[in-house]
């Protein structure tokens, strides 16, 4: 508790101005801290848009994208009619084509969209809900070491200046003997 108090005493020394405050960043780590917050906002919101605009579930097996995704269903439609009209109408040879390149484009699409989420999608959630706010709780926790340091130095600088050396133990007896 008393160190709670002493921290926000000096806390409050460091912003009227009374005590010196120690800077141990740069201007450029300055800048950049200034900029963090924008950066993980910037990375939450496009994250979120990208999900929005992936035709799959995220996340999924493959196997299981290909049984959500529209285009598959499509193709799978198409190559059931086939099979129905069989090879011999035009219609029939027609669908199986178009089943058989519906299909291709439905595979190249879930790779896309699964490439998508590892190397850009990934990256940004772990940069804005891991790597960002690991780094305030870092500088929060510096500018509470670097406040306890300046509250030592404080401390010792007044314990310096404010005793006066002890008279010497012999010039003590003296005057109390007489």
Known sequence: MKKQFNRMRQLANQTVGRAEKT?????????AEKRL??????SHSTHKKLAACLQGQQNVEVDKKSKKLPLATLAQCMLEGAALLGDESML????KLCGETQEKLSQELILFEVTIERDVMDPLYDLSEV?????QKQRK????????????RTRTSCLQTCTAPWPKSSTMQT????
């Open 175 to 178: 005057t109390s003997r007489r």
């Open 141 to 152: 926790h510096l500018a509470k070491l670097v406040l306890d340091m300046d509250s030592a």
């Open 131 to 135: 790597e960002i706010p690991n780094i």
């Open 37 to 42: 917050e924008l950066v993980k906002q910037v």
């Open 23 to 31: 800077e141990v960043l740069s201007e450029d780590l300055l800048q």
């Open 92 to 95: 029939g040879k027609m669908l």
